[in-house]
């Protein structure tokens, strides 16, 4: 814990005090060398305990950059000048407690405990969110390697007060990936606001995002906060930020530096707290070469890259999300709508996916809102669904006149397909077969029945390197 006070009596005794209580104690003489020691600290501390009038400056600041550090560290706040306004100030601030000098010791050892405690359900409380989110982020879905590395990203970066940068094509999910960051950290109860910087006029933008001052142009018949200010002490996702126009990325640029915001048509600047994410589907280095977008801010905001790649890299995700979308549209259209039909599923792995998982979930609110059963066929879906079903199987030659040995067409019908699983999946066994949605041991078995074990010299070298343990 951390003490600061500016008498030299009173910091002995609290370190003697607390010392007999098995706490770590660190004292600070004064309000600048306290500031100094939350904000250097290598860890937070999990409880600070400070004087509210100093010489030097105020515990109020001192309440700002010991919870601006970590909201695990709960501030106790001692003063021999109690009023109820100092009091509510300091609460409202975000002080765990207040207590008035000449302070009883049996109940500062009391509040110090439960300060301890309160700390450490907090921490507890943001390890879980991190592990749900490295897990099961919400509307994350997808069980590829590239969905797990994003899965465990967003576990590692949620807590960081680092810039992320969430890059990828329209429609992957890059929004969703910004929610399940804030969802994760410790600012999941306080506000999350999107800035679609690509939709808002470029004369209202500055007004949006920093607030305006009554009457400070035609029109602004009331004061607001703007964004930056409403989602004080949560998370600001910055979408489509490569369409920020080049004088409003300075003003950015100067925000992210600062932590200072001031709206239009106001004299004073205001402190603000919030975890900046933004997202781009731009190749904003390319933007940046091209003088569109200012290398400065680019370092600012590409402090963590996360990258989202597109439905059609990451295809064995296609069932799962289907499923997903199948349901909650179905819930929403008031339909009992239960599965996708087979060549339903088949047609949408088989599908490239330009519009990626945006496009996937208009294709099944589509089907869903027109289908007449219990189960989604081919029929429901889009016709340029099926003509890439039947681009994705294998062409068959005609009956010969002489006849032919259906066995052995349907083996290597079925011997190309597994090939071609194999191939896509870099030789994988069990991602191949979930191409094939056929179970792992069911692979195995038509492997072996069609002599493709990897060992089996019968095989050509060309197909044996995809068939891999």
């Keep these: 814990m951390l003490v600061i006070d500016d008498e030299p009596n009173l910091r002995a005794m609290l370190d003697i005090l607390f010392r007999r209580e098995a706490y770590d104690v660190t004292l600070a003489p004064g309000f600048n060398s306290g500031k100094d020691a939350v904000v250097n600290a290598p860890h937070p501390y999990g409880v600070v305990l400070t004087d509210l009038m100093m010489p030097d400056g105020s515990g109020l600041e001192i309440i700002n950059a010991a919870i601006a550090r970590s909201r695990e560290t709960q501030v106790i706040v001692m003063t021999a000048h109690s009023t109820l306004d100092i009091a509510k100030d300091a609460l409202w601030r975000g002080a765990y407690d207040f207590l008035t000098k000449p302070v009883d010791t049996k109940e500062l050892r009391a509040r110090v405990a439960s300060a301890f405690d309160k700390s450490e359900i907090v921490a507890e409380n943001r390890k879980l969110r991190a592990q749900i989110a490295r897990f099961e982020p919400r509307d994350l879905l997808g069980r590829s390697e590239s969905m797990r590395k994003i899965h465990e990203l967003v576990g590692r970066v949620a807590n960081a007060r680092s810039t992320v940068l969430i890059t990828g094509e329209s429609g992957t999910g890059k929004e969703r990936v910004a929610r399940a960051i804030h969802q994760a950290s410790d600012r999941a109860q306080r506000p999350f606001r999107v800035v679609n910087c690509g939709a808002i ?16 142009f035609t029109g602004a018949s009331a004061r607001t906060m703007g964004i930056f200010r409403e989602a004080d002490g949560g998370t600001v996702l910055l979408d489509e930020v490569g369409e920020l126009p080049l004088q409003m990325q300075v003003q950015l640029l100067r925000v992210l530096q600062e932590r200072r915001v001031r709206g239009v048509g106001e004299t004073q600047e205001t402190t603000i707290d919030v975890r900046m994410l933004a997202a781009t589907n731009r190749d904003i280095e390319e933007e940046v070469r091209q003088g569109r977008f200012r290398q400065d801010l680019y370092y600012r905001l590409n402090v963590i890259r996360v990258p989202m790649p597109p439905l059609r890299d990451r295809r064995e995700d296609i069932s799962d999300l ?5 349901a909650r549209c179905a ?3 008031g339909k009992d ?11 949408l792995q088989a599908y490239n996916f330009p519009g990626t998982v945006r496009e996937l979930e208009n294709f099944i609110e589509r089907a869903v809102a027109l289908a007449t059963s219990v189960q989604l066929g081919l029929g429901d879906l889009p016709s340029e669904l099926s003509g890439d079903l039947a681009k994705a199987m294998p062409s068959l030659v005609s009956l010969p006149v002489e006849g032919c040995s259906l066995d052995e067409v349907m083996n290597e019908v079925e011997r190309r397909l597994i090939l071609e699983a194999l191939e896509r999946a870099g030789g994988v066994r069990t991602n191949a077969a979930k191409l094939l949605n056929i179970s792992f041991r069911s692979l195995r078995y038509r492997l072996q029945k069609l002599a493709m074990d990897s060992g089996d010299d019968e095989i ?3 197909e044996r390197r995809w068939i891999k343990d």
């Design 322 to 326: 289907a499923h997903y979308f199948l």
């Design 331 to 333: 819930e929403e259209h």
């Design 201 to 216: 006029p470029e004369a209202l933008l500055e007004s949006e995002l920093f607030g305006h001052e009554r009457g400070a």
């Design 337 to 347: 709508i239960r599965s996708l039909s087979p060549d339903a599923l088949r047609a």
């Design 460 to 462: 050509p070298s060309g």
